[in-house]
């Protein structure tokens, strides 16, 4: 080790924290001319934290699953009274979705309709939440070999999730349509009207830009549009719903306050690169 | 094991273990840190858990900024601000800014916050809790270019200084017993 003086070693304790504040700012300024590098070390991290976050997820489920059952216990009856009613409901629509299926498929027939290719799918684990405190994202663990791309589209058993925005070896972010960041073109179903749907950070992302004189209805369904080729046409979104401040909203279908199981489409789309998480810049290399 | 030098008296032969042990009790403030960081991020589910991971960090540093400083020294605390980046998906570079600018005021002030008691300490700890969170918001928000709500930043604020004593009384308890380098 070097000998240094006694006030040498003073004023060299006494330089650091000026030097690593520089530093801080110099690691900002590095952030944002590498915008990759940011994305790089964070994957790496997150593919070594989620096969430990991955083992405890199963644990802590159970540990949920438990306190919730017992909970449920309470009001079991009026839940089954509930259920029963909703089944008779399901069950009527079922018969009129079949019917409607066997139509579409009879028309289509006619029509010489071209399908629309099937999608190919993973099934992910959601293993952490990986927002942060402004941002609102999901990470997956998927496994090594996994084929997931940006720009994947993610949804869950009722409806949209998101879009992948970044891939580890064994990890993968989804960007939540909650997000601040986030904007899909929409289709209001009554109307067919397009409109682009804003993230907020919030629960419930808010409608802009619909074409003049459609204005959303309140429960109105809202599915993607193929407009831009980000999305494939008619995934449920959700339903309308007018703010306090009257200002037209979507209540989520997918359950995106506890997600556990999201599947991961491949539709082949490569319209528009993932929306870009906060302090990045535009991904320029492409995906 | 240099600062237990400088003080004249009789001292245990300097063993491999008892270096260790010294080492283990010196790297514990860091170590404790850093362990709970991870451990917020772990999934339990809890509503708005990300707003613990920012809550901890900042109490954590705060605190042994004020008791044992020689134990993080500002390059650790510009790694555990380089690991609350990542883990807390913030641009790169705020972290590190914001903790050593929560260190280097504490440590400035730590005479007469630690010598007032434990609730003089905990009230500045409120404003340097509301401090630390506007200054990550205001650097997110120009990093990013967009304005970003305010509303998290004040919740971490407030939910940081709700947390403080909880994890402070268990911190002092630790830095008298099993973080003290002089009970080696």
């Not at chain 1, 900002?28 to 083992?55: N, Q, S, V, W």
């Not at chain 2, 929560?102 to 730590?110: I, K, P, Q």
């Not at chain 2, 340097?128 to 650097?139: N, T």
Request: glycine letters at 8%; a positive charge.
């Amino acid at each position: 080790m070097i000998r240094l003086s006694i006030q040498a070693r003073q004023a060299l304790a006494k330089l650091t924290l000026p030097v690593l504040i520089a530093a801080s700012f110099g690691l900002m300024l590095l952030g944002k001319a590498d915008a990759l590098l940011a994305e790089h070390a964070r994957m790496a991290l997150a593919d070594t934290l989620a096969p430990i976050y991955a083992a405890l997820a199963e644990p802590l489920g159970d540990l949920r699953d438990s306190i919730a059952s017992a909970t449920d216990l309470w009001d079991v009856r009026a839940e089954n009274t509930r259920l029963r009613d909703e089944n008779e409901r399901l069950r009527r629509w079922q018969s009129i979705a079949l019917a409607l299926d066997a139509e579409n498929q009879r028309l289509k027939a006619n029509l010489q309709w071209i399908p629309d290719p099937d999608p190919s799918y993973v099934t992910a684990r959601v293993v952490a939440d990986a927002g942060g405190v402004y941002a609102k994202a999901v990470l997956l663990s998927v496994g090594p070999n996994h084929g997931i791309r940006k720009g994947e589209i993610a949804l869950d058993e009722r409806g949209l999730v998101g879009r992948v925005t970044e891939v580890g070896a064994r990890t993968a972010r989804v960007l939540l349509i909650t997000d601040l960041n986030s904007r899909i073109p929409v289709i209001l179903e009554n109307s067919r009207a397009h409109a682009i749907l804003v993230g907020t950070n919030g629960a419930r992302p808010r409608l802009t830009y619909w074409a003049e004189g459609a204005i959303p209805q309140e429960g109105e369904r809202v599915v993607t549009s193929a407009e831009a080729g980000a999305f494939p046409a008619n995934l449920p979104i959700g339903a309308v719903h007018y703010s306090a401040a009257n200002v037209p909203e979507v209540v989520p279908a997918a359950m995106l306050d506890r997600l556990e199981i999201v599947r991961i489409f491949d539709y082949g789309l490569g319209g528009i690169v993932a929306p870009e998480a906060p302090g990045r810049l535009p991904d320029r290399r492409g995906r | 094991m240099a600062a237990a030098d400088q003080t004249p008296g009789i001292r245990p032969r300097a063993t491999l273990g008892r270096r260790l042990d010294i080492a283990a009790r010196q790297a514990f403030p860091a170590g404790c840190t850093i362990a709970l960081m991870l451990l917020t991020e772990t999934p339990f589910g809890i509503a708005d858990q990300a707003t613990l991971l920012p809550a901890v960090t900042l109490a954590c540093v705060y605190f042994w900024s004020l008791y044992r400083p020689a134990a993080i020294p500002p390059p650790v605390v510009f790694l555990i601000g380089l690991l609350f980046d990542l883990l807390g998906y913030l641009p790169l570079g705020v972290g590190p800014l914001t903790l050593l600018v929560v260190y280097g005021l504490a440590l400035r002030w730590r005479r007469p916050l630690t010598a007032q008691g434990f609730a003089t300490g905990w009230l500045a700890f409120a404003g340097f809790a509301a401090g630390g969170a506007v200054l990550c918001w205001v650097l997110a928000a120009l990093l990013s270019f967009r304005l970003l709500p305010l509303g998290p930043a004040l919740f971490e604020a407030a939910l940081a200084t709700a947390l403080y004593p909880a994890l402070a009384i268990s911190l002092i308890r630790a830095h008298r017993t099993v973080a003290d380098p002089e009970r080696a």
